[in-house]
């Protein structure tokens, strides 16, 4: 039903999400540091900040989940990974867009 790939495309998806992963990584850093300079400084309410992190966090991770099984349940279990991936990079982007303006 579904063909296996092949070693050389085994690599390169490898190597795209290992890219993929050090570039949201570093984005995410970056968010943490922004948020905590902020909090310290006093130029937004800590609690607030706080619960918005939590929040956030929830939701990537049910959405993130849902990516995965939506690629399951569509028997593309190659894609999910990347897919999942897809929702994290697309939430640190937004937080560091909303955090980087004046």
């Known amino acids: 039903m579904f063909s296996k790939p092949g070693p050389a495309t085994m690599f390169a998806d490898t190597l795209a999400m290992s890219a993929d992963t050090l570039a949201m990584s570093y984005a995410?850093?970056?968010?943490?540091?922004?948020?905590?300079?902020?909090?310290?400084?006093?130029?937004?309410?800590?609690?607030?900040?706080?619960?918005?992190?939590?929040?956030?966090?929830?939701d990537a991770a049910t959405e993130a989940t849902m990516a995965v099984a939506h690629s399951l349940m569509c028997g593309q279990p190659g894609l999910a990974p990347s897919r999942a991936m897809a929702v994290y990079n697309r939430r640190v982007r937004l937080n560091l867009d909303r955090l980087t303006q004046p």
Request: charged share 25%; hydrophobic share 50%; net charge positive.
């Open 28 to 58: 995410a850093n970056m968010v943490i540091a922004m948020r905590l300079t902020r909090m310290t400084l006093g130029t937004v309410d800590p609690h607030r900040e706080g619960a918005l992190m939590v929040s956030e966090k929830i």
